[in-house]
């Protein structure tokens, strides 16, 4: 059953917008001295402790969970459970899948390649590239890409209720400018610099960045600049079209009311989230592409530093530019980032030099228990066997990871508390 809060925009935070903005460095912490990252500093993955919390998971509502970990050559896998409720067909680490808010990661690595090419600066304002599109001049590239923006989430509003605010958009097709409009509508959460917020408005702005910058559509540009370039045959961004193509794992969205039929969400155009969400892939290609991203293969030194530079989240998580931190409980940190979209939920991390990564779905969303239990399989991927138990949380399953029970928010309309 899934609690729901939506914190709207009150009195108090639209007064902030009188203020003057932040500096667009002033929120960031830049350093990683203090966390493990290399892989020769990594214990031996604990597959026993993964295919528990795989197997856990779909105790939880999940139907099926898979989970790859590429380590310096050397592959491992698991899975448990179905890929189609109605075939009853296992699910397997090779099936496409959607893996919503981690093609934020895609998008932001185009924008810094544009950085690179002098073509992008990341502290000018958005409204010198799209002049008139935002109401504040004082919002940067930066403010965008870090979620500092103080942008209103539109989906908020969207998937207030979960199915039927799905079913309303399923096959809709939205333009950028409409999205964008969508949010303009409610007022901002902060000054411009302010204060962390997660918004998807502000990828769908940055997708309206990579489109007039390029000259070409969002998938374009991802296919020429990483999806080929990378190899990635099994990534695809094919909005507005509703189908996934090739084998893939059918998605579920649990419905609000406690004990209600699943919802089969597979099927839609993802044109809500288009650049904030909508790609295709598997979870070989996301390990690819995070070991090549954190090993300076897709961006110059000088731009993936400026990806690192880290705003704080919570105790665990930090936020870069389209790009997520995660402190693990053995002091390792991971970089990737979580996605979620109808029927998906997708952990992408790779360690600081790129040399292991581990990917992880699960087949349902709008289940926060199956969300929070996703953590454990980066505790078993990096942490091997010297996880150990947070202060405050509990063991869930079996086998050797943990999971910090908290209060679990989706990518999706993040201003809802899922439980």
């Not at 990252?37 to 099926?64: C, F, K």
Request: charged share 20%; with cysteine.
């Amino acid at each position: 059953m899934v609690s729901r809060t939506v914190r709207r925009a009150t009195a108090s935070a639209a007064a902030l917008l009188t203020l003057t903005a932040v500096p667009a460095h002033a929120a960031t912490h830049g350093s990683d001295t203090t966390r493990t990252g290399s892989t020769a500093a990594l214990p031996a993955p604990d597959m026993t402790g993964l295919r528990a919390v795989l197997r856990t998971l779909t105790t939880q509502g999940a139907p099926g969970a898979i989970a790859r970990i590429d380590d310096r050559g050397t592959v491992r896998t698991a899975a448990a459970g179905i890929g189609d409720r109605t075939t009853r067909r296992a699910i397997d680490n090779a099936d496409r899948f959607r893996i919503g808010s981690v093609t934020k990661s895609f998008s932001a690595v185009v924008l810094l390649q544009l950085v690179d090419a002098h073509k992008l600066d990341l502290d000018s304002s958005v409204d010198h590239y799209l002049p008139g599109l935002l109401p504040d001049k004082r919002i940067t590239v930066r403010h965008l890409l870090s979620h500092r923006s103080g942008l209103y989430d539109y989906t908020n509003s969207m998937f207030a209720n979960s199915v039927s605010g799905f079913e309303a958009v399923r096959d809709k097709v939205f333009t950028y400018r409409q999205l964008v409009q969508l949010s303009l509508k409610h007022a901002r959460t902060n000054a411009p610099g302010a204060a962390y917020s997660y918004s998807n408005t502000n990828f769908v702005v940055a997708g309206m960045l990579i489109e007039k910058l390029t000259g070409h559509s969002v998938g374009t540009a991802y296919r020429d600049r990483i999806i080929k370039p990378l190899k990635l045959r099994d990534t695809f961004y094919v909005h507005p079209s509703t189908k996934i193509p090739g084998r893939h794992a059918r998605g579920y969205l649990t419905q609000d009311r406690a004990g209600a039929k699943p919802v089969d969400a597979t099927d839609q155009t993802v044109s809500w989230a288009q650049s904030a969400g909508a790609l295709i892939s598997t979870t070989h290609d996301l390990n690819t592409f995070f070991s090549a991203l954190l090993s300076g293969k897709l961006t110059s030194t000088a731009a993936l530093t400026q990806m690192e530079r880290w705003t704080p989240v919570n105790s665990t998580t930090r936020y870069g530019l389209g790009l997520r931190r995660r402190d693990l409980s053995c002091g390792v940190s991971v970089y990737g980032h979580t996605g979620a979209v109808q029927g998906f939920y997708t952990y992408s991390f790779t360690s600081k030099d790129g040399r292991r990564s581990l990917t992880a779905l699960a087949n349902t969303s709008n289940n926060g228990t199956v969300l929070n239990t996703m953590a454990g399989t980066l505790e078993s991927a990096f942490c091997g066997k010297r996880t150990r138990t947070l202060q405050g949380s509990s063991l869930t399953g079996r086998g050797s990871y943990v999971t910090e029970r908290r209060t679990a928010h989706e990518d999706i309309a993040p201003g809802i508390t899922r439980d």
